[in-house]
């Protein structure tokens, strides 16, 4: 075996290839985000630029030597410019590009008819199949960086390795903490290198550890002695290229498709006969190689006349459906009992993806036919009729979502009523048009609430009757531009006359317009306000004293695309928010600004009962929690939630949707019971976290263990 130490490849300025912002969501827009060189994107979550960090800092080299659509100034680049290690004669590459398309003629002229000798295809697998046969020497690519650094005069110095065999020890392998930038003292690690080339080396095993470092987005184990890869390779969910070509494998492990941010997948001469089917959730490959190996005829035809899409494609739609996931428990909160008969209802939130967002360039990962509506819709019916809540609000449902489907079979199925607007930009359209704008819309059991009133809350028309606010530039560049809304509804029970007011909202979604969330919802709140004011003068022969807005009961649910650290939680919870909060940034809306924001409910997020769920929202380049039923802890006690989601079955998914969940959010369910008249309290002054009674913090300790477990 070669004792050669494998090579690292380094950059002085690198990052960590981490998800979009944890604050907010990467949900569906009709126009993509801007992105800045080295941003991630927040709907594909991978680097815009296509770059390897060099040995010698100084910024990025093109991607040596895989370079998916771009292969003539690859070659141009990383022959003609510099001469190869193990190169004897000849100018600097011309006897390699020679040789290259001297074997690329012979092979395509032995083609099966079907497929052209002009076939862009296998002419670009047979080039990546040449140059990976040419990079066998130990640790070519990371000596090739070298040369191309030195040449590019980017530098003399490498990083020193200080422990390479610690990788939780700063300084290590190119981890270092940052001490201060700018003056502030900075604790996060600062990762220097993503690369790692061990090809070459005759090695016959690879340690697990190597599994460990899940920032590596390159990582070169061609041409040893490989006849196994681990399972847990599929802990490198930062990869972008992985070359395993010119080993001994005979089949590669099914969770290499949990690595999907892969663009280039390298399997060239090995003995492979055929790919698992998991593969097919790599929506982002460009480029699986496979030249060299004995192939099935199906693969090898796939990609010799359509590409590596269809591929990929195949596999997808035609992977094994896994087994169905545990039903996720139900979870008890202890209360007392409330004397004499209980008042309860269950409320459902959920944000089913608009058919019109459902895209395979959004969720390529998802079978075609687990992402058309036809299939979605019943899944989604079923799942939501399954709970029987006695409210229901749903978010992204277009207008003839609501009138052909979901309305008439609502209403058949479960015995609901409903209430339905669309956002804002419905009102600029042709009937036509107009069908596929999504909204919100609240279902109620007919048999136990009758509607009162409804209202429609559309935050571009109230910023624009906001005296203080209407005028300034951020405004009307920032919040009028966005059509999102709420749906407010009252209702009554017709048993126990008790009332209550759901709201049902969805927030802008872009990460990079916190502010925008934050003033969305501070208009919500207050628009709110008004409204229970005038609700609470309405007659009433309900035992429960409604002379007061703030004791008429409140929920208020739907998609915040905003996360539990965010500016919009903290506001809900705590009723009050600086006006210097970070969320703001250097933007100005009038008194939210100059003054702050306040309101006057008692809210608190249901499941912060039992610790907020692992996520809300689950797809490959987001996952986290940004759906939340919020109601007025004066009124309303929780005493019950739908936990999450069998972790053992999310261990082996990429994301949703899927063939069991039909939509990229997860359906919430929270049962709630009223407390008597008599108990309920005056509202709060806020001077901490509201609703955060020593019984909420018990209940937390006690049940949030049981998130994700198994009946």
């Known amino acids: 075996m070669n004792t050669f130490p494998p090579q690292l490849i380094y950059q002085q300025n690198g990052s960590s290839n981490g998800q979009v912002s944890p604050n907010h969501s990467p949900t569906r827009s009709p126009s993509p985000p801007i992105v800045s060189s080295g941003q991630t994107s927040p709907s594909l979550g991978y680097p815009a630029t296509h770059g390897v960090p060099t040995m010698y800092g100084g910024g990025n080299m093109p991607m040596y030597p895989f370079q998916p659509k771009s292969q003539s100034k690859l070659l141009a680049h990383a022959y003609i410019s510099h001469p190869l290690p193990n190169q004897t004669s000849g100018p600097p590459g011309q006897t390699l590009i020679s040789a290259s398309v001297a074997v690329n003629q012979q092979q395509l002229n032995v083609l099966s008819p079907e497929v052209t000798i002009g076939s862009i295809h296998w002419q670009q697998q047979l080039n990546y199949a040449q140059i990976s046969r040419q990079s066998a020497s130990p640790h070519h690519h990371a000596r090739q960086a070298a040369v191309v650094a030195r040449n590019c005069n980017l530098g003399s110095s490498a990083i020193a390795i200080t422990d390479p065999n610690n990788p939780n020890k700063p300084p290590v392998n190119g981890v270092q903490t940052k001490k201060e930038i700018n003056g502030d003292r900075q604790d996060s690690l600062h990762q220097q290198w993503m690369i790692i080339d061990l090809g070459g080396m005759g090695l016959k095993n690879i340690s697990k550890e190597l599994f460990q470092y899940k920032f590596l987005t390159t990582l070169y184990i061609n041409h040893n002695n490989l006849t196994y890869i681990s399972p847990e390779i599929s802990k490198l969910r930062s990869l972008v290229l992985l070359d395993m070509s010119g080993n001994k494998l005979s089949d590669i492990p099914p969770e290499v498709g949990m690595l999907t941010n892969l663009r280039d997948l390298l399997l060239f001469d090995n003995n492979l006969v055929s790919l698992p089917y998991e593969l097919g959730t790599l929506y982002k490959l460009e480029t699986l190689g496979i030249e060299g190996n004995p192939i099935s005829d199906l693969f090898k035809n796939l990609l010799q006349k359509e590409g590596t899409s269809a591929v990929i494609s195949y596999l997808r739609d035609n992977c094994q459906v896994p087994p169905y996931p545990m039903e996720r428990d139900w979870i008890m909160l202890e209360n007392e009992p409330a004397s004499g008969d209980r008042d309860t209802f269950t409320l459902l939130c959920y944000n089913i993806l608009c058919d ?113 606010i209407k ?103 705590r009723g009050t928010i600086g006006q210097d909060h970070g969320d703001f940034g250097d933007h100005i809306y009038g008194s939210y600004t100059s003054e702050g924001l306040s309101h006057k409910l008692s809210l608190k997020s249901s499941y912060s009962n039992i610790e907020e769920l692992p996520f809300t929202h689950f797809t490959p380049s987001f996952t986290g929690v940004i759906d939340y039923i919020w109601y007025s802890t004066n009124t309303l006690t929780v005493t019950g939630l739908l936990g999450g989601v069998d972790r053992e079955y999310l261990s082996k998914m990429v994301g949703f949707p899927n063939a069991h969940f039909p939509s990229d959010h997860l359906l919430i369910l929270a049962e709630f019971r009223v407390k008597p008249p008599q108990t309920i309290p005056p509202p709060p002054h806020f001077g901490g976290l509201a609703g955060g009674s020593s019984s909420g913090s018990s209940s937390q300790r006690r049940f949030s263990s049981q998130l994700g477990s198994k009946k």
């Open 471 to 573: 005028k300034t530039e951020d405004m009307f560049n920032r919040v009028i531009t966005k059509d999102n809304i709420a749906v407010v509804t009252l209702l009554e029970n017709k048993s126990s006359l008790s009332r209550i007011i759901v709201v049902n909202c969805h927030i802008h979604w872009d990460p990079s317009y916190a502010d925008v969330k934050l003033v969305q919802v501070a208009m919500l709140m207050d628009e709110l306000d008004k409204l229970a004011h005038r609700w609470c003068t309405l007659p009433s022969q309900s035992p429960y004293n409604y002379s007061d807005p703030h004791k008429i009961s409140t929920i208020i649910c739907g998609d915040f695309n905003s996360t539990p650290d965010s500016g919009v939680y903290e506001f809900l919870s």
């Open 356 to 468: 019109k967002y459902a895209t395979t360039q959004l969720y390529g990962y998802t079978p075609s036919w687990a992402l058309s509506w036809d299939y979605r819709k019943d899944r989604i019916a079923n799942e939501v009729l399954n709970y029987n809540a006695d409210i229901v609000c749903l978010q992204e449902v277009n207008s003839s979502q609501y009138e052909d489907y979901f309305k008439e079979v609502y209403s058949k199925r479960g015995d609901y009523d409903s209430v339905y607007w669309q956002k804002s930009r419905a009102k600029t359209m042709s009937d036509q048009e107009r069908k596929s704008v999504d909204g919100c819309a609240t279902f109620f059991k007919a048999s136990k609430y009758r509607l009162i009133d409804k209202q429609l809350i559309e935050f571009n028309q109230v910023a624009l009757q906001r005296p203080d």
